[in-house]
């Protein structure tokens, strides 16, 4: 067809090695030049010195080798990575094209000189790129014991890049976004790592920054990850940022264009993390409050929190406007925070309470009480995770509150909420130390009564159930079991009848690792306060013909018997000991973690 590139599968036929260059290894007897497609499936490609390759690869599960030399990609070249591969030199990887890992692969990168040559004055193994890589969310890009030499783009856009073994240098840029991280084990002398949307991490185990390293768009929620340096400070002065130690020696410095007010959130015997100063770290206990965006309604209509000052006016749930008399914010790194389940955001969904409330997605922390048939639930035991849920993969957030002449009712997104009520823990909050703390109680201070347990709350849970029902979201069961041996899985998905089956290779190490999705039963069920993280359900282990209880064959991984279970819980990853001689095993599944499907997704076929 006109247009269409041509394609050319890699099928070797040669040996010892699988030559690249050799056509009868093509399926159409032609090795793939510039604008030709190379998809390579599964296994390994040799290539021989000299060999500059310019096609557009397509590598799923597959080794790109260098027989004997590098592996060099042209600058027509693209490569994309899909699964788990690996490059392989002996001198050198050199990237002149685009090079891009899918969503969730990996690709490792090994180069081996020194140890093999022995010369001496030889270069130090290297990867240079001079072209792009691109690293996808959830994708992973090892450079382990090289030199990683970036004179062009890395763009990381929810991705990792692992540099475990060497130093990087060249001039190139390295971007992060969506949560992105960049690792590296040793010396950085130069790079430019730009902060996008919802930005990362970059982690130093040597915390040595050449002078050329330029720092930007470094915002809230993004991390400088200091292993190894206990006890650290940081200066900046005319843009520029200096890492000290303990004993106030210079570490590293870097450029920080933007100015951006920096500090040490938190330090420890092993580590310390620098993270944006946009406001005071909270202290626990943790406070109550609306994530930065939420709009309050006011009688110019619905604004910001973050944009509301003293001396501003609200409208409360009983149609009365109220002034405030006191703000504060609280930005937290959830990545070090001690406890993250205790603040990460509470996201209750468009729709979630009735039709229009709240309006918007509404986002508040785990204790912020919403108002309910005259009582004030906390958020969190109001997940269900379907419309209300808790925002897991969140690093960073930045709480904001409001505060009335007496506590009251607001309209948050059109939905009823509390105001700041001052219980002891303004000190969590900027400005804590220019105002009073009045430790008030909910018996005698609260506007309505906290309700935590019992009927009420039951019968809140259930109509908010229904809700999401209504909604469309409906339960069924996960029924893939995977089991790991070796760090190899082997994914089952549990029968009608109850059990699950495998094949156990012939080696293996003894150690297993049932692994399966885990759910809280609390968010499945209105009338439970069962809020453990539970995985699978296990009644026997069949191991051959032989029987055992779970308990017999148990490692960790799983939760003691409550009252009621007729089986073993796993979290989710419950580790279990095989004998050397066992070939089959044979889990029997009592109960299976439910689920949420949404409303529109495509359903996963059940036994």
Known sequence: MAGTLQVETFHPVTTPAPDWSEAANWSGSAVPGAGIIADIIGTKAAIDPGITIEADVSLTSSDLIGNGGAIVLGAEASVSIAGTASFYAYDSVVNQGALALGAGSALDVVVDLGAISGLTGAPPPSFANTGTVSVASGGMLDIGGTEFENQAVVALAGGTLDVSGGAIGGSGTISLANNALAAFGDEVAAQSFIFGAEGGTVSLADPLLGIGVTVSGFGGGDVLLLLDLADARIVQNAGRVTILNRFGTAEGSFADPSGTRLTVI??????????ASTS????????????????????????????????????????????????????????????PDSVQPVEIAPGAFGPGVPRRALRVSPDHALSFDGVLIPAKLLVNGATIRRERDCMAVTYHHIELTRHDIVLAEGAACESYLDTGNRAGFEPAVSWPVRRKRWDCDACAPLCTTGPILRTVRTRLHARATELGFSLRHDYAVTLWIDDAPIQRRAGPAGEA????????????????????????????????????????????????????????????????????????????????????????LAALPLMWTRPGAERSAVP
Not at 280 to 298: K, M, N, S, Y
Not at 561 to 573: C, I, N, P
Request: hydrophobic letters at 40%.
């Open 501 to 588: 089956r495998f094949v156990v290779p012939a080696r293996h190490g003894g150690r297993v690792t049932i692994r399966s999705a885990r759910f809280i039963p609390a968010e499945f069920d209105p009338t439970s306060e069962d809020r453990r993280h539970l995985g699978i359900a296990i009644t026997r282990l069949h191991i051959g013909r032989r029987r055992f209880v779970p308990e017999a064959l148990a490692d960790s991984g799983f939760l003691p018997r409550a009252s009621g279970d007729s089986a073993l819980w796993t979290d989710g990853a419950g580790v279990i000991r095989l004998p050397p001689e066992a070939r089959h095993l044979a889990i029997g």
């Open 266 to 275: 938190a330090d420890g015997p092993g580590s310390a993390i620098v993270a």
């Open 280 to 339: 005071a770290v909270a202290t626990t206990p943790d406070p109550p409050c609306f994530v930065r965006g939420t709009a309050i309604l006011t009688p110019t209509g619905y604004r910001a929190v973050e944009s509301l000052r003293p001396g501003d006016t609200v409208i409360t749930a009983a149609g009365s406007v109220q002034p405030i008399v006191w703000v504060g914010s609280c930005t937290l790194d959830l990545a070090t925070h001690p406890k």
